[in-house]
Each structure stands twice: as structure tokens, then as C-alpha cells.
């Protein structure tokens, strides 16, 4: 192998590896599933999907995954949605601060965790 492939090998690796994707949707932001029709609040992000493959079918993995907790009529429940699927719910109004206090914990650096009795 020439050196000049050897480094353009490597340089190619390092990009790919170095290549962050920002997901588009923040935790407390109301969204809505474009196939199933709910709406609900995002809780979490996984960078790409944390479960098996085999579950996923033809959905790429390798995008941002969301937690969204939705409404039901037996109560609260979790989601597990890629990126692809969800959207910005137009004419929602954001939750309130009251509302975040409620659904996560905010650390001093501005970011939110989920309360997990809230969800109860």
C-alpha cells in the first residue's frame, strides 16, 4: 500500500469518526410522530438507537433517537422514535417553567434530566 493511500485511508476514518450529528428536537419540546399521530414531549436523546438492530427494520440507526412521553387513556407512557419520524409541533406553545420544574431536573449548567416520578 502507497503512503499516500495509507493517509487518505486514515484521513477518511478520522472524519467519519469526528463527524457529530445535533439533534434537532431539545428535551421539553412538544413533538409529534408523522405515522402514528401522537403527540408528546421529549424526555431524552440517544445519538443513534440503543436497542437491537433486528427491532428497527429499515430505519437507519445511525441518527438521533428520542424518548417522548405521550398521553394515553391508560395514563403516561414512554416512545422510543428516531428523528426521522418526528416533527416540530406547529401552534404549540412550549411547556412552561412550571412544567419543566416538574418533568426534569435542571443542573447548574442549564441542562435538563428526566424525573423519572413525574412520569408516575
Given at each position: 500500500?502507497?503512503?499516500?493511500k495509507?493517509?487518505?485511508?486514515?484521513a477518511?476514518?478520522?472524519?467519519?469518526?469526528?463527524?457529530?450529528r445535533?439533534?434537532?428536537?431539545g428535551?421539553?419540546?412538544?413533538?409529534?410522530?408523522?405515522?402514528?399521530?401522537f403527540?408528546?414531549?421529549?424526555?431524552?436523546?440517544?445519538a443513534?438507537?440503543q436497542?437491537?438492530?433486528?427491532d428497527?427494520?429499515?430505519?437507519?440507526?445511525e441518527q438521533?433517537?428520542?424518548?417522548?412521553m405521550?398521553?394515553?387513556d391508560?395514563?403516561?407512557?414512554?416512545a422510543?422514535?428516531a428523528?426521522?419520524?418526528?416533527?416540530?409541533?406547529?401552534?404549540?406553545?412550549?411547556?412552561?417553567e412550571?412544567e419543566?420544574?416538574?418533568?426534569f431536573?435542571?443542573?447548574?449548567?442549564g441542562?435538563?434530566?428526566?424525573r423519572?416520578h413525574?412520569?408516575q
Amino acid at each position: 500500500m502507497t503512503i499516500f493511500k495509507a493517509t487518505f485511508m486514515c484521513a477518511k476514518r478520522i472524519r467519519l469518526m469526528t463527524q457529530a450529528r445535533t439533534a434537532r428536537f431539545g428535551l421539553g419540546q412538544k413533538v409529534r410522530h408523522i405515522h402514528h399521530v401522537f403527540y408528546g414531549l421529549v424526555l431524552d436523546v440517544d445519538a443513534r438507537y440503543q436497542g437491537p438492530i433486528e427491532d428497527i427494520g429499515s430505519i437507519n440507526p445511525e441518527q438521533p433517537f428520542y424518548s417522548v412521553m405521550v398521553e394515553t387513556d391508560d395514563g403516561v407512557a414512554i416512545a422510543y422514535a428516531a428523528e426521522e419520524a418526528l416533527a416540530v409541533t406547529e401552534g404549540v406553545e412550549p411547556i412552561s417553567e412550571q412544567e419543566q420544574c416538574r418533568l426534569f431536573t435542571v443542573g447548574s449548567n442549564g441542562r435538563h434530566a428526566p424525573r423519572v416520578h413525574a412520569l408516575q
